[in-house]
């Protein structure tokens, strides 16, 4: 539980380096990241090398009592690189070849590139093998940032060819796996396969899964070189990535399996405006969505089920996003404790002082350009204090899963059936309705064993094998509660319809099946009704209807649809377990009518529906009250309470820690 | 009046077959169209052929009692034939080739493909020149589907070049016809036309519709190479092509002369969702909108002046569109009876079973995924006993024409003029208006007879010769009645302006010639107002200021707009006819107040305005009222009626089919 | 103050051309301009000439005693050229080539195509360089339309090296001055720089900023090479370029230092529809934006500090905005008067007919396609009466100088930091102001001498150096009136942030520093409050908070943002002078709220605040009164006045001249 920042030594005088890194140590930092974008500086030509400024600023970080993280400097590579070796560059899938002038412009696949980034970074690697000062690497910067996991170079194809070739025992397997035959799309041989190039109509889903695992796969291949080569020259320090938000094109699941410690970067204010359905609201935009970047710790945490860290933390105003509203006060402060809540060790602001030069001058730093002291300063000051006070690192011990995959991910991606079907937002729907309870949640990939966890949450297992199946099926029969959502056993792992009624291998377990589906509108009314009840609850977007077998239906549509009465949603009891099969996309209050019985039923502790914006987690001992919204907020906990920090009244974008685990019976309440 | 199926037994095993083959006959189904995308299946390698399964298929077919229409599997260029022959590949406009990977991947200019086609094309027909089960043939699939009717290829190049020198006497004759002098255009010699490619601003309308007519003639010479090969086989089947709806960019009526009969591929709820302007209602969503189905089908039926197939009927759910809602109950037999009371002798549904494997798999069938009954196989089962009772195919009897001319859109489509300017909207507005009153519509071209016709609308008669004018005014001066639309007389057959006021050759014919013109934002107040009463009633997007001569205003301008009381829609009275000329884009309201005193003027039976959603049809001594509004509906004949189908009260998505003709003093009441 | 207008001989007959140019000498008409895309008709073959027709043409024109302005024909050149020579085309930054086809494709870096200008231009300047009746020339036409000052091509790329060589002392002054470090952009030689092309994130900032430079700067060159041939061949011609309203690419004042008049092309329905934020107006729709055309008048007429032409004045309805409404009942000579107002001394309708062909055919002329008079014709006709009655054509004395720059311009173009953000909007807005008070107006480059100004308003002047802020200061402190707008004093030449507080060297004068900026979307509330009052007022899109030192505030935040009661906009008095500055961009009101005051204390004669779309300018000795609103007015000065046209009571669309200056004390009264 500790602060950092990233600093780039390079962009600044060396008078003024000792300045700066005497106020990161007063202000209680512990980690200073660097040297992620330095290739041209570190070798300002071929086989030329300067580290010594290098030396010098992880000396005095040292000399400060902090810790040095390092980057290899591979996602940048210099002008003199690509000139020499023009064949590094990525393609789009029109040809196009992304030049040099910004960043991320290599390919994956390059052979040239991969010699090049083991040339440069066996180089750093070894010249920092014994430093004292450097506890740790990152490896590259952002993968996959700009679009830039699926490339379309002939390296591309190659690799694709090979990937293929291995994977399938003959072009007859892989035509007959995929299912060619349709519109005469038979391949004669693996050589005869590119990557999806420009077509008149969609191409082939199978192609393109295969197409989005390769590409993703390159990305975990070209990680594992770095952390090789790291561990090679020191096996004692960490290796990490910085993952994004909502990254779709990599599966950072896979990725993480070779890295000791998983990383990621937080920017709540960009995150609500460029990558969330609908408008922002007003809180939004000045703090974030906590279930947005919840549900990323979340994931972040549960891909290695360790403790993460956020390696660039929002520090004010940035660049990227459509707009640029200042963060609310105090929510600079706000993040880290929130992040903490959801199991981070260290969050270390992105970056020290706004850059005087390059695309990123419209990005605050934690310094104005003038080097004094901005907003985010004094909130990492506090937050690095308080976090220090809070004290011991417990890992956050989740009782419900949410079950995602990157497959099903890409697989709904390139078939959305409607414009509005994203993954993720249905994912945070489902998600979010366990947070508004103030679980905490993993997000954890099928394949986790599952029998830790009260209750299991599965928005869209679209990609369903047996042995998934019948892992499922154990987990119900043991007592387990399991709630899936629609579009689940569609496809085989070719993206191939299995020819069998939905939920396919799953069916025996839900005791429905899927009769049909639809896609819908807005302007259609789409409305179910609680069979116990009067009260109907909107949904949007998709519609199964559902024929059930031994399931009793919990909820049945009610609108100016075509068939009323149909099973929606609905539950099977299976010895102390009970499987819940949702066939619509909830809205908010019908995703709250499943959950809250969820946890009930598997007697998980929770709170009353809490207000939008506030969200409450449990870490160790203590819980966490983070108020994203704009609203004053009163905590009215059960039991008696010790705050270690702020009191059962908090302001907007403010924070409260108690001493217990308060949780059930708390209400809170929005004061306006 | 029958009903068949679209199979693809290639994508099932053979066991299956019979299982299929038997359901389709029991539903009394007696086409199963076959193959069109079958080539890489048929001739796996080249030279290596494989005719067996589709032999079996045939066969199967003919025991059961059915016929099988079989296609020409020249949409779907195989793999090795794109590797063995790149060149046939289209190109886009940039230059980026539409590669391999889903369908219509070929250019229809290309020398090579015109070969592969012959050697294809011959193979198949010769193997079933003598099978007793094959009716006729399809030729290809959609042709232009995808956008595929302009490719911008060297072999289009070259063919562009020989078109234009076979057409122009000299390139001089070139330059003066299209008028090069404007922005120093001129060409040296024929060998200097491209086709037009990017440019820094518009390109010139004369070139933009020679490369239009070129591209569409170039489908035509492609179509006819199959028919000629197919009718050298046997000249007893039939030989169509399946067209789609609202294909902008191929002549059908060119194509069309060289077929035996016409078909077109119906997709009710897909049709109203991308092509149609503004947002569809809920009821549209669940079963189309019937003008717009209606005027394909009657386009097409026109086109030989001869019952239609539809080749592919909507039989579900559907994949293309932005959203797939489930169609309303009903609606997949609605639409077979809807195309009946068109004209259409069979309706064959696409397809026999959802496909588990490649582009289509959200693509309902009539059978699910598992091979069981979906709700479209029901429909159309019941579909197939009615329409054999129905019996008797007679042709229909249309008295009323709405003339329609694809060189006026290509060229309307060129130089809009308003983003909301488009020509099968202005033609539907007319169109409708007709229709609901029940009235049957040829959709012809300029060039057919119209003294069959008791009154001839011709939304927008952009390009005119003296030989239309002439015969317009004949028609007119021998009593027939006659509406022009707006926009009509504007052009020379080489998109250029003439030096006379609008409507150039046809002024002396109306009465009245265009002062001015000017296209409209929604923003602008535009309404017209009765000149022999209180009321005004909107118009949209273009109003032309009319100057009369002869002519008497009908309807003037009454609105914020720069001159009122001006002539917006004149009437002359030419002996026993009327020319009316409209010069505003009328709204409904206003469209039914030109096309209910037209047909009260030419004497044709109608019925009083018929409720949104509601038509009715007369065929042969039938009456058909088919009920696209999600309302139930009563109907109120004013004469005795014997109900061979439904009664006189009947549902959303339902249909009645009455034995007598019901038109005259017909009413009909929603009933909510 | 005369009418002129643009005729195109070669597009019509021989025999029609006298009839013609009888008719513009009836209507008083002085100026015909003409050739401007006649390259292939002067020159059909390489160095094969044909001069003759338009040695007539100017002969005639003569003879009926107006006089020529001829056209160098280079918008167009022909392709037998294009094909001779294919380098001279246009690349986009993707590498798409820009074909022959339309206008305006070649490279003005092309060494080919500016040894074939210099070809073209001095053989048409020697052809004329003795015939009287030729009184100036128009070089080429309306540089940049169509996005075409940025080409990518080879030339491009060997021409930028060339510039920045020239430019920068080494490599090394470049990636200092420019900021390389960031992101390993650092550039090894000149020759390792190219244009900006395709890359996977934003190009760098200083290097965009340079390739608008280099980019404007090659078509000053080229203007250069036409101007130097002409003024070879006869010293006494005029020569003048023809802008185009709110052009970005162009630097227009660096241009104009090469020419002795400047002129544009003004199309007020089209720009209010293609170049503004927000939908256009009903009055807006019919004649425009006084404002928006105002602006281009008194920035065009400010570059050379003379009167100005307007060589392109809208005859009527047009082809090229999204919608062509014919234009108010009068419009057309209201442009006429308000263009002279503003300091015009000839109006050149565009154009003479409506042009049979090519691209042009929905673009109206004074005459109709048949040659009648159209209603452009009888405008232009009393027009050019009335303008002889006014007499005297007296420069415009503007009191009040706007400070543009196309530097700033760019700037901020590449990093708008919203969505939002227009800077063409934004002087708008502070210039509208300014007019809705009757006061004339220079927009002028930051460079000009401010001494003779009373007051100066600078919107936004993002890159400050020294020298300016010097001068500025000295402005104010010698008693000058200095308003300066958001985003002021943020970068230096470069593109790169000072590293002090914004507004940089215009701290101490401003004696305020902003503390941090944001950008704001509409759903946050946005307001600010008059400290001495209790009015709040709305603001938009950008706030910067202020820290004031010796400055004193004038209105500070009151909304739901997240810092209230801080300073928005601030005031300081030095000596006789004031600054204000002002950290938003103000709404109508507020801005109104800033102008007024300053207009008070620098004495300049004002208005009362005019109805929209009213506007109210001196010129010489006299009054002009124009009406672009849909209302008749109602006009009461202070003082008696004698009308020279129209009276105290105008019509929509309409004009009025009074003989006397009757600015101080004038209300205006809209009727409805």
Sequence with gaps: MTIGVCYFPEHWPRERWETDIEAMADAGFEYVRMAEFSWAVLEPERGQFDFEWLDEAVELIGEHGMQAVLCTPT?????????????????????????????????????????????????????????????????????????????????????????????????????????????????PSFEAIDPPGPTPSDHHPSRLLEYARFSSNAVVEYNRLHVDLLREANSEWFVTHNFMG???????????????????????????????????????????????????????????????????????????????????????????????????????????????????????????????????????????????????????????????????????????????????????????????RGTQVDVVHPTTPLEEYDAVVAPALHLVDDVLATRLTAYVENGGELLLGPRTGVKDAYNKLRPVPQPGPLADLVGATVDRHESLPSQLDTRVRNVNGENTYQFQVWAEWLETATATPLFVYDADGVENDRAAITRRDVGDGTVVYCGVWPSESLADELIEPLLARADVPSSDRLPDGVRVNVRGGRTWITNFSSDRIRIKPATDVTWLIGTATIDAYDVAVAEQRVLDGLSIEPLG
Aim: with cysteine; hydrophobic share 35%; net charge negative.
């Design 75 to 187: 996602a940048t590579p210099p002008k003199w690189l690509v000139d020499e070796r023009p064949g590094i560059l990525q393609e789009d899938s029109d040809g196009t070849v992304r030049e040099h002038g910004s960043r991320r412009h290599y390919c994956f696949n390059s052979t040239a590139y991969r010699e090049e980034t083991e040339r440069i970074v066996s180089r750093v690697a070894d010249r920092y093998a014994d430093d004292p000062h450097v506890a740790g690497w990152q490896t590259d910067n952002e993968f996959g940032c700009h679009g830039t996991v699926r490339c379309y170079c002939a390296d591309c194809a190659d690799a694709f060819r090979e990937y293929l070739a291995e994977k399938y025992d003959s072009i007859e397997a892989l035509n007959d796996a995929w299912g060619t035959t349709f519109w005469s799309q038979r391949y």
């Design 246 to 436: 909502r990254f779709s094109n990599l599966d950072a699941y896979a990725v993480s399996e070779d890295l000791d410690l998983v990383s990621w970067d937080s920017y709540p204010t960009g995150f609500v405006q460029d990558r969330l359905a609908g408008e922002p609201t007003p809180a939004q935009l000045r703090a974030g969505d906590p279930d947005q970047i919840g549900m990323d710790h979340d994931l972040y945490r549960s891909a290695l089920d360790r403790p993460f860290w956020v390696m660039e933390q929002q520090p004010g105003d940035i660049n990227w996003p459509p707009y640029a509203p200042q963060p609310g006060d105090g929510a600079m402060r706000l993040w880290a404790h929130h992040a903490t809540a959801h199991g981070a060790d260290a969050v270390l602001y992105f970056r020290w002082r706004r850059c005087l030069e390059g695309q990123e001058q419209y990005h605050a730093g934690l310094r104005k350009q003038d080097g004094s002291p901005d907003r985010g300063y004094h909130g990492a000051k506090q937050a690095a204090a308080e976090l220090a006070e809070v004290g011991e690192d417990d890992h956050v011990e989740a009782p419900v899963a949410v079950l995602f995959d990157f497959e099903n991910l890409w697989a709904l991606t390139e078939q959305p059936h409607s414009p509005d079907f994203d993954y993720w937002e249905l994912l945070e729907r489902f998600y979010g309705a366990a947070r508004a």
